[in-house]
C-alpha cells in the first residue's frame, strides 16, 4: 500500500487535518484549512543521523520516506516554524507509531475524496458567491455558521386543509393560504436549504403566484419555460438563476426540480379550490371575472335602462309593501334585492357614475351589471343567489318587468286603452336581443374541463381545434410531448380515412406536415406515407410553431363538406380522446389567465 504522498495537495491536507479531528498534533489547538500547515515529523531538511529511524521503521517492514503519511501530522505555523530542522530521534519514532495508527485511514479518506466528481464544482459554486458578495468574508463566517446548525435536508411531508397548504421536500418548503369563500386570494411563502438564501423566508401573493409560479407549469425546467426560472448561470452548468417576487438566487438543478415538483402539487391544489369555490357560487358561466373582488360582468345594457331600474327598487323598497316586488333595499349607486333579513344579490354598475344617462356626461350610454357574493351576517339566514341564479332572475323576470312596469304600468292611458298582462308582453313583445346588448355568459365554456369530451358533431370540433391552434400562437410556454405529438399525427390520419377532401387540401396538409411549401405536390396516398414516416421517427426538436401547423391541418380537413356528413361520431370521439391531454393544458392555462384577473 503506497503511503507517499503529495503534502501540498489541497485533498491531502484536508484529509489529515480531518483525521486529526482538526487539532494541532502537538499543542492541541484548533486549525481549519487556512491556518493549518502540514509538518514533517522529521524536517526534510534535517542535518541529523536517520539510522535510528530507519531501523525502527524497517523492523515493521517499511522503509522511511519523508513524505510517508507516517511522517506527516498537522501543526500551527508557529510551532512548525520553532521546530525549524531539529528533532529528537527517541521521540520522533514515538510520534511516528502514533500517527501510523491514522495512515490507513487518512489513505482510505484520499481516496473518497478524490472520487467526490462534485468536489471542485462545489468548492468553484462558494468561491463564486464569495467573490461577487459585497462583503466576502462576512459570508464565508455566515456560511460556517450554518453548516453545524443546520446540516440535514428538510423532512418530507405534506399537510393540505380547507385553508393552507404545506409541503417540503429535502431543499425547499412551501407554506401557503389557499383562496377562501369570503376572503382575499390566497398567498404562499419559500423556505430554502441552499446556503445562498437559507436564512429568507420569501412570500408571493396572488398576482405573483399566477405570473411566475404557474408560468409553464408542469413542465420540466430544462424546457426553459418555467415563468420562475429565469437563466442558467454564465458559468455553472447545473446552476440556474431564480425569481420568485422580487428575489434572485442560485439552485442546482435538483433543487430546481425539487422546487417545480412542489409547485405543480401546490398548482394543482390551488386552481382545484379556486374553482370549486367559483363552482359554488355558479361564476364558472361567465367570462367576465374578477378574481380579487370576486364579482362578473351580466350583462350589458342602456344607460337609460339602469336609471329606470334604480328608479324602481326606490320605489319598491321592502318598507314601502308586501307585493311580490317589494324585495328591495334602497340604496345610493346599487341595486340590493333584500328579503327576511337576507341579502340576495347586490347589483353595481361597473362604473361608480353609470346610473346618469345624459349623454353629454357620458359620451359611452352603455354600462355593465356587476355580480359580486355576498356574505350574509345571520348564520341561518337564506343562502345569497349565485351569479347563474342571479343572471336568469336579471334577464328572464327583472328587466322585462321593469320596461314592461314603464312603458305600461306606469303610462298615462287613454279611457279605452287596456294594460296587457305581464305574461302576454314577456311572450309576445318583449325582445331581450334589443334590450340586453351584451352578456357575460362563455359561450365556448373554455374554463369548464371536460366540455370538449361533449362534442358530436365537425362543426363544433373544427371550432374546438380552431381555438386550440390559436392558444398554441399565443402561449409559446406550453410544452407538448412527444406522445401528444404522435397522437395529433393520428388524428390527421384517422380524419384523412374518413372524409374527402379536395386535391389542394391533400397538398396543403402534405407540405405542412413535411414542414415546408417547396418540393414536390401531396395527394392522400403521399400524406398518409409521410404520418406513417413522422410516427416511426420520433422528432424531438418539435417546435410550437409546427404543432399549430399540424393543427391548421385538422382545420383544412374538417371546414370540407365531406366533414359534416362522413365524419362519424365514433371517429369523432376516438380524435377528443387522442386530443385530450392537449385540450386539459389549454383548459389550465386560460384558468390560469382568468383567476389573474387578466379578462375582466
Sequence with gaps: MNMIVNPKDPIVRYAILEAH??????SKNVLNMFNMTIDHIIPTSCKGELKEIEASMKKRNNDFEFNHLYNLVPATWDINNLKGDQYDAEFAILL????KEKAKGILKRIDQLRKFKDFEKYLSMISSYLINSN??????LKFFDLLPDQFGPFEELKEVTDHTYFRSQSSVKIMASLPQEFRQCGSCCFEFRSAFISDCMITLNHKQIIEQLFVGLNTAHNYEKRGFVDSKHYRLSNMYYIQLGNNRFLLNGTEVDELCKIIDDFGEVY????????????TLSFNKFNPVTYSVKLVKIKRCLWKKMMDFSWEFDFQNGVSEWHIFNRRSGSIMIY????????LEPEKADSYHDESYMNPDDTLWIVWK?????????DTSWSAEQTYSWLTEKFIPYVIYYYDYVKKKKSLFEITPKFEFFLKEEFKSEHIILDTGVAV???????????????????GEIYALQLFLNSNPKINISNEEIRNIFFGIRDVLLNIEIPDYSYDYIGKKIAGSNKGKHFNQTDVIALIKSK???NDDDVSLGYIEGLLKCYIEALKSKSSLTHLKKPVIYELINLLKSIWNKYYLVNYIVRIGGKNV
Design 339 to 346: 328579503r327576511n333579513h337576507t341579502v340576495f344579490a347586490d
Design 96 to 99: 511516528i507509531n502514533k500517527a
Design 21 to 26: 479531528k482538526f487539532i494541532c498534533y502537538y
Design 444 to 462: 365556448n365554456k373554455r374554463f369548464i374541463n371536460g366540455y370538449f369530451e361533449n362534442i358530436q358533431h365537425a362543426n363544433d370540433l373544427l
Design 373 to 381: 357574493r355576498y356574505e350574509n351576517p345571520i348564520p341561518d339566514a
Design 135 to 140: 462583503d466576502p468574508k462576512q459570508e464565508m
Design 271 to 282: 386552481i382545484s379550490r379556486f374553482k370549486a369555490i367559483e363552482e359554488n357560487w355558479g
Design 535 to 537: 410516427l416511426e421517427h
